[in-house]
């Protein structure tokens, strides 16, 4: 007689506690790395928000500077046109008090000229604008505080020699020049207006400085 093999089939029940195992499993592992993937996300979210908020603070301080130095332009295009060197005699020679130049001084590649650059090549003898360690008053409250800014100027004329100017020795701009019938012809005897060029240097907080420059003809 064949013997019949008996084959005893496992409990359905069974069989789906196994798979819910299985499933259970593999749910867990998707889950960490999820989590994993989420802190590092959030993590580099945190880093470009601290990036982005340092490169914004730098600009805002960069163009704080750049205001501060137009205190230095005002105070120079003042002196020349209403104070002492409002005189158009003082400015055929060296003001070093008043911080001018009746020749153009050495530059940087850059136009910077170079004492501005170098405090041991300051030859200049008028007063920086500073903020530094004068105590500043808001008339509104009384309280006092310090910029911690530095201005310091320079005005030089784009000239080659000291003396009167004229067109083969400096920088004539074209717009001050007087004029005869036509308005390529200059005005016999009239006056050549030279460039001068005011550059302004502006030291902050943290060791930061700015440049800031203009050309002016009067």
């Known amino acids: 007689m064949n013997e019949v093999e008996i084959v005893k089939l496992r409990p359905l029940e069974s069989r789906l506690r196994g798979a819910a195992r299985r499933q259970s499993g593999m749910v867990l592992l998707f889950t960490l790395i999820l989590v994993v993937i989420l802190l590092i996300s959030a993590i580099a979210f ?3 928000s601290s990036n982005t908020a340092l490169i914004a603070g730098n600009l805002a ?23 002492v060197l409002s005189n158009t005699a003082l ?43 004068t105590p500043l008053v808001d008339p509104a409250t009384g309280k006092t ?17 000291a003396g009167p100017p004229t067109s083969t020795t400096c920088v004539i701009s074209s717009a001050g020049q007087d004029k005869g019938g036509t308005n390529w012809l200059k ?20 060791n930061s400085q700015t440049f800031v420059q203009e050309m002016v003809a009067l």
Request: glycine share 10%; hydrophobic share 35%.
């Open 46 to 48: 945190v880093r470009s």
């Open 61 to 83: 301080f960069k163009k704080d500077l750049q205001m501060q130095g137009q205190r230095g332009l005002a105070a120079a295009e003042t002196l020349l046109k209403t104070g």
């Open 91 to 133: 400015l055929t020679a060296n003001q070093p008090a008043d911080n001018y130049s009746a020749t153009m001084l050495p530059s940087s590649a850059s136009g910077i000229p170079t004492m501005l650059l170098d405090d041991a090549l300051w030859t200049m003898g008028g007063s920086d604008i500073t903020d530094a360690t």
């Open 145 to 161: 505080w310090t910029t911690g800014v530095s201005i310091r100027y320079v005005i030089d004329r784009l000239c080659q020699n």
């Open 187 to 206: 005005k016999a005897g009239g006056s050549s207006t030279p460039v001068y060029r005011i550059t302004v240097r502006v030291d902050g907080p943290h």
